[in-house]
Nanobody, 129 residues
Framework: VQLQASGGGLVQTGGSLRLSCAASGSTLDYYAVGWFRQAPGKEREGVACISGSGGSTYYAESVKGRFTISRDNAKNTVYLQMNSLKPEDTAVYYC???????????????????????WGKGTQVTVSS
């Protein structure tokens, strides 16, 4: 599975960006997919994840109400719409796909974002103040 993230860039505070994650070599259909980010000097964190069916989502508290994850299985692509961007959103954003189709149990985060085995190269998002 190859994942290609795109759509990053430089934007002012309050602006919007839409990230895309296109898959090749395998399908995204039926697999949970997520967006993660890593800022300089910080650990990678899960930002938003979506179930294989698209019927269930997870958002980090810091992005709730501002970011929306969606998927288009016909296009084998997952999106992250980011609105009302803040300087603290500045990071490299990565998309990832779960390695297996089966469901996970545990915390809400792990149910949605656990088991991501396939990672794409990141796309830089920079929000200026």
């Amino acid at each position: 599975v190859q994942l290609q993230a795109s759509g990053g860039g430089l934007v002012q505070t309050g602006g919007s960006l839409r990230l895309s994650c296109a898959a090749s070599g395998s399908t995204l259909d039926y697999y949970a997919v997520g967006w993660f980010r890593q800022a300089p000097g910080k650990e990678r964190e899960g930002v938003a994840c979506i179930s294989g069916s698209g019927g269930s989502t997870y958002y980090a508290e810091s992005v709730k109400g501002r970011f929306t994850i969606s998927r288009d299985n016909a296009k084998n692509t997952v999106y992250l719409q980011m609105n009302s961007l803040k300087p603290e959103d500045t990071a490299v954003y990565y998309c990832a796909r779960r390695g297996r189709r089966h469901s996970y149990s545990g915390s809400e985060y792990y149910i949605h974002c656990g088991g991501m085995n396939y990672w794409g190269k990141g796309t830089q998002v920079t929000v200026s103040s």
